[in-house]
């Protein structure tokens, strides 16, 4: 039997902690990340503000890192003087999510609960962190962002919030932010605070609510200039991206598909008005999915514009976008030819799995603006976007049409024998977009068709109630 002697047993001890701090030592060392930025040693309380240049670009595409790019060496503290250093939580082996964010941000004060979401979601797989940085729409003080130089600028969200604040000028004015923040917000990632130089934001920004994905080796893989904010669809993007990054996602969306239904490709209007067309996408599997949709091809005149929308919203101007789908879910894709002078406009969208790239669809889309089109009816458009969703649903559906000439719409709820569950509307109906909710709690669960009917012509939309 193999016996050590106390001065054995207690070199042999001596010798493993050695090598357990050689090995915290050198951990992360082989980790190659650009130079190191911002200060060495950690910022005083009385360390002053430098000064803060300003950022023209508010759409922050151009500033910062991009895909691909290895990030730098940084060491931020939290609010209570912890050390933080991106090598060292690199070397722990998990990908990295940053977002920047300020108090008087109304985009970061609506978005931190989908970072909370993130968390809950990706918490033993993923660290998220938020970096607190310049104050984004300070009171008396410049605002960084605005369009004119040298312009204070508010904004309508913080006055309604009664959010007004300075801009910090010492480093213990930026951390009694954090505290303002970490009391009134229910954040559950770590706030790091950036230096009094803003090192951090000059380097990853400047920006806003910048979102960065970093792989354990330190490159960016996911990189929204907004997060999670209507310019990235409400953050789809990186979620695809933290899904692509953590999940083995060959195997498990490969069988994932979707279709799609378009009940008319054309549109005709008046000139100068906004003609839109719709298509529901559905996601025929049991599987959550992603949908890159984009511009494959278009020929509109000088003067137009053609914007689209992944989730039924408001149609805005965009390259490309991703829409989100929950298993058997089906969302409506909306596009709008923003028409000026008299002309015809050609779009045609890719729509393509992200995960599947055998699961792909072209959808060509027509508009003609035309001063001879001065009723509803020459343009062959009585009732434009009857869309209704969420589809399945489950205690509320919404119900979107838009009129173009005063008329009575009648609206209903029909099952599958032809029986009415539910009458919607009866009425003559205002010139304009309407949104209805459409309280369903009472209707059992199973198939059925809304029917919106005007001037003798019905337009169906199928539905499923799930509880």
Not at 396 to 413: A, E, G
């Amino acid at each position: 039997m193999l016996r050590m002697t106390i001065i054995e047993l207690k070199k042999f001890l001596c010798l493993m902690l050695f090598v357990c701090i050689l090995f915290d030592d050198l951990s992360g060392q082989d980790i190659k990340l650009k130079p190191f930025i911002g200060q060495s040693v950690k910022p005083q309380d009385t360390d002053l503000i430098c000064e803060i240049p300003f950022a023209p670009d508010n759409s922050f595409k151009s500033y910062g890192y991009q895909i691909g790019d290895t990030i730098p060496d940084f060491t931020l503290y939290t609010l209570d003087d912890k050390e933080f250093n991106i090598k060292n939580e690199l070397s722990k082996g998990k990908p990295i999510l940053i977002v920047t964010g300020s108090y008087t941000c109304p985009v970061f004060r609506l978005r931190y609960k989908n970072l909370n979401a993130i968390y809950d979601d990706f918490y033993d797989r993923l660290s998220t962190f938020i970096v607190y940085c310049v104050e984004a729409h300070p009171v008396v003080d410049v605002s960084p962002y605005t369009n004119s130089p040298g312009e204070v600028w508010i904004t309508p969200q913080n006055e309604a919030e009664g959010i007004y604040f300075r801009q910090p000028k010492t480093y213990l004015e930026r951390k009694d932010m954090v505290r303002l923040t970490s009391e009134s917000l229910n954040i559950k990632s770590e706030i790091l605070i950036d230096g009094p130089c803003n090192e951090y934001w000059t380097h990853f920004g400047p920006g806003a609510v910048i979102a960065y994905l970093i792989t354990p080796d330190g490159v960016v893989v996911g990189r929204n200039s907004w997060f999670n904010s209507w310019m990235n669809n409400k953050g789809y993007y990186m979620l695809r991206d933290i899904r692509a990054l953590l999940s083995k996602t060959t195997e498990f969306y490969k069988n994932t598909v979707f279709i799609t239904n378009i009940s008319q490709n054309k549109v005709k209007g008046i000139p100068g008005n906004s003609l839109e067309l719709s298509a529901e996408i559905t996601n025929t599997s049991d599987k959550e999915m992603f949908i890159d949709i984009k511009v494959a091809d278009q020929n509109i005149p000088m003067d137009w514009m053609v914007n689209f929308s992944a989730d039924g919203g408001f149609p805005i101007d965009m390259d490309s976008v991703v829409m989100y789908l929950k298993p058997l879910e089906t969302k409506v894709f909306k596009l709008a030819f923003r028409t000026g002078k008299k002309g015809q406009g050609y779009a045609k969208m890719l729509f393509s799995n992200y995960f599947n790239n055998s699961n792909k669809e072209y959808i060509e889309f027509f508009a003609e603006a035309d001063s001879s089109y001065s009723s509803i009816d020459d343009a062959e458009q009585l009732i434009d976007n009857f869309n209704v969703y969420p589809n399945p649903a489950e205690n509320v559906l919404r119900i979107d049409y838009k009129v173009t000439t005063s008329t009575n719409i009648k609206i209903q709820i029909i099952n599958l024998d032809g029986k009415i569950v539910k009458q919607i509307t009866d009425k003559i109906s205002p010139i304009g977009r309407i949104s209805l909710e459409v309280d369903i709690s009472n209707i059992p669960s199973g198939c059925y068709l809304i029917e919106l009917t005007n001037n003798g012509k019905s337009y169906f939309k199928k539905i499923n109630i799930k509880r």
